[in-house]
């Protein structure tokens, strides 16, 4: 994945300006495809110097406010990355080594404070997650693309829900051996 058709799709989606892309971007596509304002900025230009969207004057802005919508070029670029195949990222995770290296120096070693740390940050996501699909999935018909669009939130609740019992399931394990003194 790229952040360039991150955004193409976010245009697609909504032309809009660079700033309220920016904001868009944090609520939907950020959740799982982080980027800073600074570096949606600077890919708007290179989208814009390819061909794929053109910016215009937003009426009434004041200042440098531009509207950015996708042209058929980047749309043609987004259907062609679309039908791309590639193989899942490889897990890298601090974690999984600092629970080796516990296993490695012997229970004690303190792995726990970081396990809760993020049992707390998965449970505040879980939240987050839980409130979108109540404000935007629930008690209606969807559409076709929100149906999709809930299906990435299911995909994200699911995995937010694993780290928490993965979590849990680790503090329980780590007390356990403690308490047995292994």
Not at 139 to 155: D, H, K, N, P, T
Request: include cysteine; hydrophobic fraction near 40%.
């Amino acid at each position: 994945m790229s952040l360039p058709h991150a955004l193409l799709t976010s245009l697609l989606e909504q032309p809009c300006s660079g700033m309220d892309l920016a904001r868009r971007f944090g609520r939907s596509i950020g959740f799982f495809w982080p980027a800073t304002h600074q570096q949606i900025y600077k890919e708007l230009g290179k989208l814009e110097a390819a061909g794929w969207v053109r910016s215009s004057a937003e009426e009434g802005a004041r200042g440098r406010k531009r509207c950015y919508e996708v042209l058929p070029a980047g749309e043609q670029e987004l259907k062609r990355w679309v039908a791309e195949t590639d193989d899942p990222p490889p897990l890298r995770d601090a974690m999984m080594v600092r629970l080796r290296a516990e296993a490695a120096l012997g229970t004690g070693a303190g792995v726990e404070n970081d396990l809760r740390h993020r049992m707390a940050r998965h449970r505040t996501q879980l939240a987050l997650y839980e409130d979108i699909e109540q404000r935007d999935f629930t008690g209606r018909e969807l559409s076709a693309a929100e149906q999709l669009q809930y299906l990435i939130l299911q995909s994200g609740l699911a995995t937010e829900r694993e780290h928490i019992r993965f979590c849990e399931k680790a503090l329980a394990l780590l007390e356990a051996l403690e308490t047995a003194g292994v």
